[in-house]
């Protein structure tokens, strides 16, 4: 009852097809209107002067897709033998090496096999990508991917390309992000890689010991910036954890398709962002008021 009060409809009127839905997210999806109300509602942080433009954080969670394990078959060659019914077969693939190069979803062929850890067993997913502003831990930018091992990497410099302002800037990422690579792209983009060291020892083959040494050193580590980017840094987590827990959409989504799921992780992200606008707008006024 209250959902027809809000859009309109008497309790008498008839409701729209289902498909109404689809059809409208495929036209916002056509034309970007997602991606250009997140840009409209970070103006409206940035007019009330919540952002700041220097220090940021970025990281990047696995996003289940709606595939399952058995539909991951062969690009060549005959599929793996299967039994029961055609809507739900049972498929025997165990013992049998599966990856990217040689297997793909027939459901979603854009989701790949993946694990964000060496503990983790590989599943369909997708990879999300946000930037977060340190000051208002808002999210200010976001990316999906097809889930790769480079694709966090790529993601984040993309995002602190697109940052405007030639001004020098930081930004605080976990170990992952400790390589010559992504350090040395974020200082060509004049941005200061707060990243969490990465050093340790390890077993050459030939069974000597060796220490793998950080990409950041320091001159980098010294400053009292690095450190509470290392603390601020790890909020980008809460972002993720209110997109899963609250939004539910982005735990394993429920559409195909990289552009579609790209559009439903953003909306999650814009989702966060604006149940935390209005109590970031209340502090605000409340240290004006006492100023």
């Not at 969670?61 to 033998?81: C, E």
Request: charged letters at 25%; glycine letters at 8%.
């Amino acid at each position: 009852m209250l959902y027809r009060w809000f859009v309109g409809l008497s309790m008498d009127d008839a409701a729209w097809d289902h498909s109404t839905y689809t059809k409208n997210r495929d036209r916002l999806i056509e034309h970007e209107v997602v991606r250009a109300l997140f840009g409209q509602v970070m103006q409206q942080a940035k007019e009330a002067q919540l952002l700041s433009d220097e220090h940021f954080s970025v990281d990047g969670t696995l996003i289940r897709a709606w595939a399952s394990h058995k539909s991951f078959v062969p690009k060549d060659g005959p599929p793996p033998p299967s039994s029961g019914s055609r809507s739900n077969p049972e498929v025997d693939f165990k013992g049998n090496k599966r990856s990217n190069e040689t297997h793909a979803s027939t459901t979603d062929p854009d989701a790949k096999l993946f694990a964000k850890s060496h503990k983790q067993e590989s599943m369909p997913a997708y990879l999300g990508h946000v930037l977060m502003e340190n000051r208002s831990k808002l999210a200010v930018d976001t990316r999906l991917t097809l889930a790769n091992g480079t694709a966090e990497h790529e993601a984040a410099l993309a995002m602190l390309g697109a940052l405007p302002g030639e001004q020098r800037k930081s930004v605080g990422a976990d170990k992952n992000f400790d390589t010559t690579g992504f350090v040395t792209a974020c200082r060509e983009l004049s941005v200061t890689p707060h990243v969490a060291q990465n050093a340790f020892e390890y077993d050459t083959k030939s069974g000597k010991r060796a220490r793998r040494k950080s990409r950041i050193d320091g001159r980098t580590t010294r400053h009292p910036g690095y450190a509470a980017s290392q603390v601020i840094r790890k909020m980008i987590e809460t972002l993720f954890g209110d997109g899963k827990q609250h939004g539910g959409t982005i735990r394993q989504v429920k559409l195909r398709g990289r552009l579609k799921v790209s559009d439903v992780f953003t909306l999650a992200m814009l989702a966060v962002n604006l149940r935390r606008l209005p109590g970031l707008l209340a502090a605000q006024a409340t240290m004006v008021g006492s100023g």
